[in-house]
């Protein structure tokens, strides 16, 4: 039990259609993160809130839309991706104002998309 | 800017041989350094970290010192096991303008019995 669960661990999903990742974390933490795992790639950071307030979008194309209701909970709503989009998309939480907090990660969601 | 150097993989060691993955860093003031690991099919996990100069981070039988004069975070282990096959990322945390991890690119090992 990592304490920041995602779901689904696998979706498959062609161009057209629409689809939600999700994350939950039961640690207590004020920032919630989204990032993209391709292979041979650096590991990306796509978007960061903290305390609910979006605070960082990484030029992320539109058809990744962040949502975060509170601070427990992390959706990322997928609409028309492209083949190049299949990648591990990690969600990640921490206390936000501490220097030496470490991030806390799921175990992602395998994202292929046809 | 800040940025995250850590030796290309892969790395293909027997069983009990000594380890070290070498990260460098570059960074304004004085950032918290970090190792991650990630097992097949998981997410990233913390595997020590250290937040000053001379700090050394352990855990699992893993170290690392924090070398503010060569700006370096090396893993090492003295004996590695077929277990420690996975990908270790170098992270540091910035202790200015919201805190952000900066990730090396992973280097993956490889541990055979």
């Known amino acids: 039990e990592t304490g920041v669960t995602q779901t689904p661990r696998h979706l498959v999903m062609g161009m057209t259609n629409k689809k939600s990742l999700k994350c939950e974390q039961h640690?207590?933490?004020?920032?919630m993160y989204w990032y993209k795992q391709s292979a041979k790639k650096p590991l990306e950071l796509m978007f960061v809130?903290?305390?609910?307030?979006?605070?960082e979008n990484n030029s992320v194309p539109s058809r990744f839309s962040p949502e975060c209701p509170n601070s427990s909970h992390l959706f990322l709503h997928l609409h028309t991706l492209q083949p190049e989009d299949s990648a591990l998309y990690l969600c990640?939480?921490?206390?936000?104002?501490?220097?030496?907090?470490?991030?806390?990660f799921g175990n992602g969601t395998r994202l292929t998309v046809t | 800017g800040n940025s995250v150097t850590q030796m290309e993989g892969p790395v293909t060691l027997s069983e009990e041989a000594f380890l070290t993955i070498n990260c460098t860093y570059t960074?304004?003031?004085?950032?918290?350094l970090f190792w991650y690991v990630q097992y097949p099919g998981e997410g990233l996990q913390l595997l020590l970290k250290?937040?000053?100069?001379?700090d050394k981070g352990s855990n699992k039988g893993f170290e690392a010192t924090y070398r503010k004069e060569t700006t370096s975070f090396h893993l090492e282990k003295g004996s590695v096991q077929v277990s420690d096959s996975a990908v270790y990322f170098c992270?540091?945390?910035?202790?200015?303008?919201?805190?952000?991890?900066?990730f090396g690119a992973g280097t993956r090992l490889f541990v055979k019995a």
């Open positions: 990640a939480s921490s206390h936000q104002g501490e220097d030496n907090s470490p991030l806390h």
């Open positions: 640690l207590g933490h004020n920032a």
């Open positions: 809130y903290n305390f609910k307030e979006q605070t």
């Open positions: 960074a304004t003031g004085y950032p918290s």
């Open positions: 250290a937040t000053k100069a001379d």
């Open positions: 992270a540091l945390r910035r202790n200015t303008g919201g805190f952000k991890t900066i």
